[in-house]
Structure formats: C-alpha cells, structure tokens
C-alpha cells in the first residue's frame, strides 16, 4: 500500500496481508488524523500501480486540472513526483451528510415521468450546483423522476459516461459527493426521485480490474481474469471490455457497487444501460441464463430498497422482456421513430410501445418520443417533412412546434412509465450529430424566452399535471387506433372516460371519435363542451390539430397564447369577424413609412404576405381578400 500517510515509499510495514479465502487482501491502518483526506495507491508486483477498484472519489493527473475550483473546491493534491497514474481519496472520520429529507416515498412506478438528463449538455456550468438552482424549472414543469447519464467516473471529463472505469467513484467533473447529496436531497424535497445510469456490460482501460488481469500480448483481458471476458461473446454490441457476468467475482463486484450508491447518495433506483449483454451465449433474442443474472441483481437490489427501481435497456426478444417485466423490472421502449415518422408527416404507429401492446401483464414499459440515443423529433421535422400542403409545413418552426404538442397529447395519456429528453419539451432542434454523436451541445435557454416555444412547454406541463391527477390514466382498459394519420385513443374508468384525437396529416380530415357514450364532453385545452348526439358522427381535424375530450369537465390549463399578436406602436381595427370573402383593416399612421402585413394562422404559421409599399402619414383603410385561405 503507497498513500500520503507513508510519503509514497515501498515499506515492508505497508505489505497487505492475504485473507484466509485466497482471494482478498487485506490492511488495517492506525495513526491517521479523523476529517482529513488520504490519497492512497496499490502496488502490485512491483509492476502495476492501481486505484482501489472501490474506490469513492479518484485523483486523475490528466484531467483534474481542467475541473474549476468553483466545481469541485479544495481538490485533494495529486502527489506529483511521488507516483504516477490513478489515486484512491479516502476521507476517514468525515462528518456525515445532514439529509433535510429522510422519509421521502418515490413515485408509483406506473406514475413516472422522469426527465432524462446530461448535466454537461443541461446548464454551462456542468455542475450540480447550477443544476440545483434550476430544479425549479425541472419541478414546475410537472416531472417526478430525473434520470443522470452516467455520474461515476469515466474516462477523461468530455463524455456521456458510457466509458466508466471506476463504477462507485463520482466523476468530479460534475462536482462534489456533498453537494451531489445536497442535489439529491433538493430533488426529494420536491417531490422528484433520482435515477443514475448505471454500466455494468463493459469498463475501459482505466478500470483496475481491467489492468489486474490484461495480456498485453493480445490487448485484451488475460484468460485467468476473474472479472472480463477475454473478447467479446455478443458481437457486433461490444464496447470497451466486457463484464463476465456469470463470475461471481462481477455479481459481488456489482453488488457492492449497487448497494454503495443506494446507501451513500439515496439514489432512488437504476437504468443499466444494454443488459442484453449480461451474457456470454451471443447476441441472442432469448437466454433464460441472462434473465436468471438479472433477478439475482435485482433481489439483491430490493434487498437493500424494495421500492428502488430497476430499469432496463435490454432489446431482447420479448418473450425475455415479459418474465422480467412479470419480476417487476422496467425496461425502455423506443418509439422515436415511429412518432418521427408521425410528425413529419407520414405513417407512424407506436402501440406496441404500450405494455399492452407487447401483450404484458404489468405496465413496466418506459416509452419516450425522444432519448440521449436518438436524433432531436424537431430536428428530423424541420429537415424532412411532408412538405405537399402549401398551409401546413413540418419544416416551418412554429408548425413544428404545434406538431411537438400533438405528438405529447399522444404520449402522457398513455398508461405507464414515461421518459423525455432534456429541452425535448421546449422543441430542441439541434441534430444529434452536430458537431459529433457525444459532442457538446448548444445549451439554449434562451429558447424559453420563445412565445411558441412557451406554449409547447405549457401543453407539456398541463399533460403531466392531468395524468397524474386522475386514476383514468392508470386504467388497464385503454384501447390505441393509431395507424394512418387521423388517431384516437380511449381510456376507460368507473370515473372519468377519455377521448384523444388528432391528425399527423398534413391535410385536414375527418375522424370518427367513438365517444364512449352520448352526452356532455369537454375539451381539455379550450374548455369547450361538446353535446354528442351520435358517438361516431365525423369531427374534422385541421392539419396537425389535437383535442383531448373528458366526460366531466375539468380546469382549462393555464397556457401561452400564441394568437395573440399585439404592435407597440400601432392601432388597427380589423372586420368583420368572422370574416369569410375579405377583411377590412384600419389603421392610422404617425409618419411615412414601409408597410408589410401578414397574416398568421394560430400556430404562428404566415399564411399570406401582403405587401403594400409606402404609406403617407394618416389614416388608412385597406380591404384584404382572403378567399384562398383556409378554412379556420
């Protein structure tokens, strides 16, 4: 054992003894000072210098120095020119972490909205203290569950996370332990649970375990390794090294790890990033060894919090997916490119991203329009729309935007588990690929200051604020008719029933609503009621519209109006209205100037320019024809 407590210098009084089991070592240490920090290494051999593989914070000569005071203050000393590569820090005798909440009870699992997150790519700082001080952002739009991209150290600072290699250690890049705790305890305080991205099918290079056992002959793990598999078993998914979860070494090893983060941080549960290979059979649909591995994972998780979820990226068959679902585990559900292919204007049809739609008994499904894996749904809108309707454009901002609200009044209803992506709910429209797959991203506050981009956050915040306020959206007796482009979805409930349409169409069209009975139905964005005689009678559906139909009324969300349009420098009187040939427009000018009219439908789209030259200082009054307009 090297630290600071023996100045980094071989010393047969610091030889680790061997444990009776053969296969742990062992030292106790006496005479260290209470609320200070050691650095410490192993030496093994005299060949290979390593962190402890349990470690809780390292030291990195490469990359701390590029980490801000201001993020992570009072940095332990690396001890340069004493030793070279990774340091454990241990902080013997350090006061606890005074948690202000200690009861708190995470959501229902069929209740979770969680807001999947990269602090890097979140606020400039990439800090948890500016992500502390934006929380209230996070928790006013309705969320109840945050989900971090990887926290544990990885290699280097620039990075997704998905190349860990000290798997219980905090990456300092984000901040400290204490004020990660601090970030934890401000969420619970609002009511929000905490999910980490945990990757338990490969470490990289960095990792200890990886170095202990590496032939450097063949670059890759030695054969005797307890811990790797020599090469990868489930090509062509395979990344760094990868993880033998049939060693016992590796379940203790995740264990461990597990319980730490559960224990340490109150971290409320996981979302293991490709458990589809938690296995050494291949790239297979189903492997009932694979399903045995991660119950084993599971209990012991439970074992420790029984109410911590377990949240899987798996994409096996699903037969598999249904026994872990029935065990009580959660698994992702991608159905981003169907919902693309629905806002741009095309056919898209996501009911088997529905737990009922894969035939299972528990809704355990996590669905999501967008996640850090997939390309932006504005992005795919704003570059590849269904551009044949002149009135109605996926590829014009504001059109899209309104369709971003569309595509959401076809997501939170749905029964179950649901996930969006950072700034998914202002419209973010920067390609995933700019600069590069894992590169930075522009961070753009700035969008929220945005009257069409208010709105699209108010739809969502008023959508998670209705589902989870009534038991209607928690029923197992919903039915989906989402194929072509005009879709419906119906939710039943002893007290309240649910009609959901909408047209993806660039085209108007009429549907068939199927209400569930005759009577008073209200329309949840509007207010407006509705006295149905005939349950099926046609509704026609501008391009892009939505309607959310209850049969009790409710509250009208409180939400941006973007049709409203108001010049700071100009009266005009406008008539008549409703007008069907033409539109009188009076005005009166202070000075002589250029004017340009437009006129803009109510999702902000410019539906004609009228061009009128220069006008002379007076009072004006023009006559419009708006014969080629649509209806509406």
Known sequence: LLGDFNGWI???????KRGTDNE?????????????????????????????????????????????????????????????????????????????????????????????????????AHNYQTLIDTLDYIANLGVNAIELMPPGEFE???????????????????????????????????????????????????????GLYFDAST?????????????????????????????????????????????????DGFRFDYTKGFTNNGDTPFDQGRIDLLKRMADEIWAVNAD?????????????????????????????????????????????ATYQGKGWSEPNLISYIESHDEERAMFGMLNSGNQSSQWHNPRDTATALHRMALA????????????????????YDVSINVPCRVCNKPILWNYFNEVNRQRLYDINKSLIELRLSHDVFRTDDFQLALGGKLKRMKL??????????????????????????????????????????????QINLQAGEYRLYTDQPLNTPAITNTSVFKAKTLDAT??????????????????????????INLNGQVMKNIQQGRLMTGEHRLQIDINDLPFG
């Not at 793990?221 to 090509?235: E, K, L, M, R, V």
């Not at 629905?342 to 049809?349: D, E, H, S």
């Not at 009975?517 to 099926?536: A, I, K, P, Q, R």
């Not at 406008?574 to 006129?599: C, H, K, S, W």
Request: aromatic share 16%.
């Open 10 to 16: 071989p010393n047969p009084n610091y030889y680790m």
């Open 24 to 124: 742990t070592w062992w030292i106790e240490l006496t005479g260290l000072t209470p609320d200070q920090r050691y650095g410490y290494q192993y030496w093994v051999d005299g060949e290979i210098k390593i962190a402890d593989p349990y470690s809780a914070l390292i030291l990195d000569p490469n990359n701390d120095g590029s980490i801000s005071s201001a993020t992570f203050p009072n940095m332990h000393p690396y001890p340069n020119g004493l030793t070279t590569g990774f340091v454990t820090v241990m902080h013997p005798g350090r006061p606890d972490y005074n948690w202000q909440v200690t009861n708190f009870t995470p959501p229902a699992k069929t209740d979770l909205v969680i807001y999947e997150l990269l602090v890097r790519d979140f606020v400039s």
């Open 156 to 210: 280097n600072n620039e990075s997704w996370g998905y190349n860990p290699s000290f798997h219980m250690a905090l990456d300092k890049y984000y901040g400290t332990p204490e004020k990660f705790k601090e970030f934890i305890d401000e969420c619970h305080s609002r009511g929000i649970a905490i999910i980490i991205d945990m990757v338990f099918n490969h470490a990289y290079g960095q990792n200890p375990l990886v």
């Open 219 to 267: 670059n890759a793990p030695a054969t005797n390794s307890p811990y790797f598999n020599s090469t990868c078993p489930h090509p062509p998914y395979c990344w760094g090294v990868d993880f033998n979860h049939e060693s016992v070494a590796v379940q203790d090893y995740m264990d461990r790890i597990n319980k730490y983060w559960l224990e340490e941080y109150k971290v």
């Open 308 to 352: 911590a979820y377990v949240i899987l990226e798996h994409w096996a068959g699903n037969t598999e997916e249904t026994q872990l679902s029935d065990y009580g585990m959660m698994m992702w559900a991608n159905a981003t490119h169907d919902y693309a292919n629905a806002l741009k204007g095309n056919n898209g049809n996501w009911g088997w």
């Open 408 to 427: 959401s009044a076809f997501f939170y209803p749905i029964p179950g588990p649901k996930m969006i992506w950072q700034f998914q709910e202002i419209g």
């Open 492 to 537: 039943n409930d002893d007290d309240m029933n649910v009609v959901v349409l909408g047209n993806f169409d660039v085209f108007s069209g009429d549907i068939n609503p199927a209400f569930q009975h005759t009577g008073m139905w209200y329309e949840f964005f509007t207010g407006d009621s509705l006295n149905v005689t005939s349950t099926s009678a």
């Open 574 to 599: 406008i008539y008549p209205n409703p007008a069907r040939d033409f539109v009188n427009v009076e005005f009166t000018l202070e000075g002589t100037t250029d004017v340009t009219m437009q006129i």
